[in-house]
Every structure is written in C-alpha cells, then in structure tokens.
C-alpha cells in the first residue's frame, strides 16, 4: 500500500517502508545525525564516556551482571530475559558519585535499555 509523505504540504508518495519521500526522508536523516552529533558534543557526554571507558567499569559491569542476570523490566512482566545492559536508575548525566553507586544500578537486557535510555533523552529534550 502506497502513502503520502508524512511532511506537511508534501503531496509525493512516501518512500517504502517509510513515512515520507525520498527528498524529506534526507533531510529528517540529516537533522537527525546533526541533532545525535550535538548531543554526543555535550560536556556531559564527555564526561559519561570517559566514565564508561574506565576498565574498572568493564569489570564491576560485568561482576554486577553475574550477580543479577536477569533482566528486571521483563521480570516484572513475567518474562525471563538475560540482562545484558547494567543501567542507572536515575541517569547519571556524568556525575561520578551516582555513576559508581551501585544502589543505582539495575540489571536490564538491551531492548529495555534502549528503550528506557530513548525515553531518557526524549523527555530531556522535550521539557
């Protein structure tokens, strides 16, 4: 089934598979990268991944995920998912104490992760 293109005032047909035409679907990707690069050039950024680049995090990561392996989002769902992801509670936004302390850490597989971290960054910068 064919489909307009989601760009207001857009009359050509969306590309397949996509809510808009080839020429809008170009420029939402450009804006797209532009927006990622903005975000990945923030202090904070920086800061997390240098935080996430310590092999100190590798190994306490890891210790963390023998100990709990199980994703706790699907387990609430009745779902048994091996974590795969150790997550900030509440986002650490490169602040070294909340980033070690581990009464903040949950154990997540990477779909939930993703998810979360996606609702994380959308609401920061929408609000």
Not at 44 to 59: K, M
Not at 76 to 90: C, F, R, S
Request: aromatic share 6%; proline share 7%; net charge positive.
């Amino acid at each position: 089934m064919r489909k307009l293109c989601a760009a207001p005032g857009c009359e050509d047909v969306a590309a397949p598979g996509k809510a808009r035409c080839p020429d809008h679907q170009d420029d939402q990707d450009r804006r797209r990268a532009a927006r990622k690069a903005a975000a990945q050039a923030t202090p904070h950024a920086a800061a997390a991944r240098a935080l996430y680049a310590d092999p100190r995090w590798t190994a306490a990561a890891r210790r963390f995920l023998e100990r709990h392996p199980l994703c706790v989002d699907c387990g609430e769902l009745g779902v048994v998912e091996p974590a795969t992801d150790v997550d900030h509670v509440v986002p650490h936004k490169g602040d070294r104490q909340l980033f070690w302390d581990r009464s903040n850490w949950q154990p997540l597989c990477h779909r939930c992760h993703s998810r979360k971290t996606a609702r994380e960054v959308w609401h920061a910068h929408r609000g």
